[in-house]
């Protein structure tokens, strides 16, 4: 089954949906830039609305080490997603398995060295368009990852919604689907009807394969 990770939560209503509506992860947004960015006290309330088996993932861009050791303490974090060039340290260095982010252009991919990439927790493709605050709302020419595989689990990202996330899925047999924007009234305000019909159209591609 295709994991969906909702990312850029800011509101306990929003994650207690999420997660009944079977979200594998959810994603809190601490980079600095970001309209979805919640604070120390925000990240630790909004955790405390996860029940057991759902992931949480923080999503971060040029912040400090320090810093992201302290959301994984308040946010309890179960991985960290990094939106930039992977370092090498990173892996030894960042508390939590690592989601690397590839942003995608055109061929050949701009994949992080290999030996990093194979110790990450999963890889995530997202449009190259993104900015600082992670996150673009844009759509990437998918033909560039058909028939690839990975030395670890793929989430696909990048202007996904209920009206086409199906089609990404029966296309690329991502191991996850990652949604912003996509299930959004507003930045960080998530819209009911959109998450009913995003997590609908993911079980209704699965069932299909």
Do not use: Y
Not at 62 to 88: K, N
């Amino acid at each position: 089954m295709t994991q969906v990770k909702i990312c850029g939560l800011t509101r306990e209503e929003d994650v207690a949906l999420a997660c009944h509506l079977g979200a594998s992860w959810v994603g809190f947004n601490f980079a600095e830039r970001s309209p979805r960015r919640i604070g120390l006290d925000r990240a630790r309330s909004l955790a405390s609305e996860v029940p057991p088996g759902v992931g949480r993932v923080g999503v971060f861009v040029g912040e400090r080490l320090d810093d992201i050791r302290g959301a994984v303490e308040a946010a309890s974090l179960d991985a960290v997603q990094v939106h930039r060039a992977l370092r090498a340290s990173d892996v030894d260095e960042i508390p939590r398995p690592v989601f690397a982010v590839v942003r995608v252009t055109a061929a050949p991919l701009d994949l992080p060295p290999a030996d990093s990439l194979g110790r990450c927790r999963a890889v995530l493709f997202d449009a190259a368009t993104a900015s600082a605050n992670g996150g673009t709302g844009t759509v990437f020419d998918w033909s560039l990852l058909d028939g690839r595989s990975w030395p670890v689990p793929f989430f696909l990202a990048g202007g996904l919604t209920p009206e086409n996330v199906s089609d990404a899925v029966a296309r690329l047999h991502p191991d996850g689907v990652d949604v912003a924007s996509g299930v959004e009234s507003a930045p960080g305000i998530k819209d009911r009807d959109r998450m009913l019909r995003f997590f609908d159209a993911v079980r209704r591609a699965d069932e299909r394969a």
